[in-house]
């Protein structure tokens, strides 16, 4: 079945530090790919997608790179601040029959200190 | 355009009390699913509607159900409430690939 594999948090940074949040995935066929940001208390939010292969998902300073050869995701940002501060998820949409059901990751919690 | 809506924004519930939480998608969305967010948790698949019909469901007992009604809108019913239910209940809606999610209904159960 499909997967994803979020890095551990929580992850706890300094403002304008470099931002890497891990995600890998395990999916037949060719999956679309979500990061999804989750502010204390709140729903989630689409933060960036990819739909194929070396597609490049952009959003508020945040990129990830849609990278089939080593089946990842992975979120980055150059210069973080604090209100940045929020659980944010990984997640990927199969393409097939049981299409609808989107797999997520377990999150990692970013904490930014000024 | 309106995002997803969820109704009510809190509810407190006792043992063995039946919730009812309700689910508004986009406009023009046809399908809507639902998540449990337990405290410190991950997201947990609860159930899938699309054009009316359950298409799949999570890992969760049969007291979780819910139905979709003709204009798309969703309706998540716990019976039987048990201790462990308390968490935030997540609505999405979609229309292709793409979930967008509602802020959430936060379930108590004491």
Not at chain 1, 41 to 62: V, W, Y
Not at chain 1, 77 to 85: A, N
Not at chain 2, 7 to 34: D, E, F, M, N
Not at chain 2, 64 to 78: A, D, H, I
Request: glycine share 10%.
């Amino acid at each position: 079945g499909n997967s994803v594999t979020q890095m551990e948090g929580p992850v706890t940074l300094s403002e304008e530090a470099f931002l890497t949040i891990n995600c890998t995935y395990t999916a037949t066929g060719y999956p679309s790919l979500f990061w999804y940001v989750q502010y204390p208390g709140e729903g989630l939010q689409l933060l960036l997608k990819a739909t194929k292969a070396d597609d490049k998902g952009s959003n508020k300073g945040f990129e990830a790179t849609y990278r089939k050869e080593t089946t990842s995701f992975h979120l980055e940002k150059g210069s973080v601040q604090v209100s940045d501060s929020a659980v944010y998820f990984c997640a990927l949409s199969a393409r097939s029959t049981n299409a609808g059901k989107s797999t997520f990751g377990d999150g990692t919690t970013l904490t930014v200190k000024p | 355009e309106a995002g997803v809506t969820q109704s009510p924004t809190h509810l407190i519930k006792t043992r063995g009390q039946q919730a009812t939480l309700r689910c508004s998608p986009i406009s023009g969305h046809t399908s809507v699913y639902w998540y449990q967010q337990a405290l410190g948790l991950g997201l947990q698949f609860l159930l899938w509607y699309d054009e009316g019909e359950e298409r799949n469901r999570g890992n969760f007992p049969p007291r979780f159900s819910g139905r979709q009604f003709p204009n798309y809108s969703s309706e998540l019913n716990v019976n039987a409430l048990e201790l462990e239910d308390s968490a935030l209940y997540l609505c999405a809606s979609s229309l292709s690939d793409t979930q967008y999610f509602g802020p959430g209904t936060r379930l108590t159960v004491l």
